[in-house]
């Protein structure tokens, strides 16, 4: 019975450190991918109203 328990306690173990490896190796890469993407939206939102800008102090070429 002892070894049993000690067998169940080893699968419990490997299948919970396997899963916290799994998990820990997707968020890595969730990580990697929102810095990647903040990088891009940092960007995106730095340039907006400076292009929001440019383009409002532009004259209005568009016919009435």
């Known amino acids: 019975m002892l070894v049993f ?3 169940f306690e080893n699968l419990v173990g490997f299948y919970l450190f ?3 490896n799994l998990y820990l190796q997707g968020f ?3 990580a990697g991918v929102v810095t990647r993407y903040s990088v891009v939206i940092t960007i995106v939102a730095f340039f907006n109203p400076f292009a929001l800008a440019v383009s409002s102090s532009l004259p ?3 016919p009435d």
């Open 5 to 7: 328990l000690r067998g």
């Open 18 to 20: 396997e899963t916290y």
């Open 28 to 30: 890595k890469n969730l």
């Open 60 to 62: 209005d070429l568009s």
